[in-house]
C-alpha cells in the first residue's frame, strides 16, 4: 500500500507542483531575462509562428558571465587555511552573492526540466540527498556526535548515520587520521616507555573515591606541560629501510585519570606527539590528540557508545593514537610524546609509550 500511495504523490508532485514551478522558471528567464521581443516580422509571418531570437539581456549576459565569476569567488572566498569557515552547515561566505546566483540557478533548473523525465529525476535525486545528508549532519551534532567548528569529511561521513562514537572515531575526530585495525598490525618494537617508576608515593583524595597508585605522576595546574616529557631518537629498522613502501605506523599512548570532568573541546588535555631535527624548535611534524573525551570509552563493553562530550572523570583508562610514518621523518630525528594541559587542570599520567608498528605480511 506504502508504495503504490508513494507513486501516486510522486506523480502528483511531478506534474502538478514542479510543473507549475517550470511554468513559473520559464516565464521569469523569458520575460524578466530577455526583456520584450523585438525586430521585425517578414510578410505573411505574425508574432506567433515567428522563429525565437537568441538569448539576449542584461540578465542572460550576467548568465554567461557567472561561471567566470563563481570560479573567481570561489578561489578568493576559500583559499585560506579556514576554508570550512568554522562552525555551520552550507555555504556561509556564500549569502552575498546568493540573489546574483537566482539567475544562473534558475536558468539551471529550466534548461533541466526540458531536457526530458530522466532529467527531472536526476534532479529531484540530488536535492533529495542534499536534504537528507542535512538532516542528517544535524541530527549527530545535536547528539554530541559531531561537532562542525572541528571537524574533517573523513570522520563526518564515516559516522554520519552511528548511534554512538568508538574510541577510533574520537581519535580521527582529533587527528583526521583512520584509525588501522590493531590485529592488522605487527608491533615492530618499542621505541620509549615512561612508567614512572622513581614516584612511589601514594595520593589519596578524601574528597574523591579514587587513590592514586606509586608510579604516576601528577600534571600540576600551574604546569602547562608535562614535568617528564618521553624522548627518543629515531633509528629505523630494517624493515623501514628495506620495505618502505610497507604500511608503517608510530603508536602513542598513556594510561590517564582527569579528578574532573572536561567538556570543553578547546581545553581539554592533549597527548601530543611531534618529530624535530636536533637543535630546531619548529617541528617536522605535530600531532596532538584530546585525552578527556576519550577517558572510560576504552573498554569492549563500552565500544562505540560514547560521543564527543561523554569522558569519564576519576576513571583510569588508556588513550593512544596511530599515525602513519612520516615521510619527512630521517634517521637521527628527535620524537618527544608529552601532555599539553590547555585547561590548568590538574591529570594524572602512567605509561606513556611510543612505540613503531607495520602491516602484517
Known amino acids: 500500500m506504502a508504495l503504490p500511495l508513494f507513486g501516486i504523490i510522486l506523480y502528483s508532485f511531478n506534474t502538478g507542483i514542479l510543473s507549475g514551478a517550470r511554468s513559473l522558471g520559464g516565464a521569469i528567464i523569458n520575460t524578466t531575462v530577455t ?18 531570437g537568441p538569448e539576449t539581456g542584461l540578465a542572460y549576459s550576467w548568465i554567461r558571465f557567472s561561471r567566470w565569476f563563481l570560479l573567481l569567488y570561489l578561489y578568493l572566498t576559500f583559499s585560506w587555511w579556514c576554508y570550512y569557515y568554522m562552525n555551520g552547515f552550507g555555504a556561509r561566505p556564500m549569502i552575498h552573492v546568493y540573489p546574483l546566483l537566482a539567475f544562473p540557478l534558475a536558468y539551471l533548473l529550466v534548461k533541466t526540466w526540458k531536457a526530458g523525465y ?25 547528539k554530541g556526535n559531531l561537532f562542525a567548528e572541528q571537524s574533517n569529511a573523513g570522520f563526518a561521513y ?52 579514587y587513590t592514586i597508585p606509586p608510579g604516576a605522576l601528577q600534571l600540576q595546574p600551574a604546569e602547562e606541560f608535562l614535568s617528564l616529557s618521553l624522548r627518543t631518537l629515531w633509528e629505523p629498522e630494517p624493515l623501514a629501510i628495506t620495505q618502505p613502501t610497507k604500511e608503517q605506523w608510530l603508536r602513542c599512548s598513556g594510561r590517564f585519570l582527569a579528578p574532573h ?77 608529552s601532555v599539553w594541559n590547555r585547561a590548568g587542570q590538574a591529570l594524572w599520567v602512567d605509561e606513556l609509550r611510543l612505540e613503531h608498528w607495520a602491516a602484517r605480511e
Open 118 to 142: 530522466c532529467c527531472r529525476i536526476g534532479l529531484m535525486g540530488v536535492a533529495g540527498v542534499a536534504v537528507v545528508l542535512s538532516l542528517a549532519f544535524q541530527v549527530q551534532q545535536a
Open 261 to 337: 570532568a572536561q567538556l570543553d573541546l578547546y581545553t581539554q588535555h592533549l597527548l601530543t606527539l611531534q618529530v624535530r631535527k636536533e637543535g630546531q624548535d619548529q617541528p617536522v611534524a605535530w600531532y596532538g590528540c584530546r585525552i578527556n573525551n576519550k577517558l572510560g570509552w576504552s573498554a569492549q563493553t563500552d565500544a562505540c557508545q560514547a560521543n564527543l562530550f561523554s569522558g569519564k572523570a576519576g576513571v583510569w583508562d588508556e588513550v593512544s593514537f596511530f599515525v602513519p610514518l612520516p615521510k619527512a621523518l630521517q634517521a637521527g630525528m628527535i620524537l618527544e610524546v
Open 35 to 52: 526583456g520584450p521581443e523585438t525586430g521585425t516580422t517578414s510578410p505573411g509571418q505574425t508574432s506567433a509562428n515567428r522563429p525565437p
Open 158 to 209: 564515516s559516522t554520519l548515520f552511528k548511534k554512538g562514537l568508538c574510541s577510533s572515531d574520537l581519535v580521527r575526530q582529533d587527528l583526521g587520521v583512520a584509525q588501522p585495525d590493531p590485529d592488522k598490525l605487527l608491533r615492530q618494537q618499542v621505541l620509549a616507555l615512561e612508567s614512572f617508576a622513581a614516584i612511589n608515593t601514594e595520593y589519596y583524595d578524601a574528597n574523591s573515591d
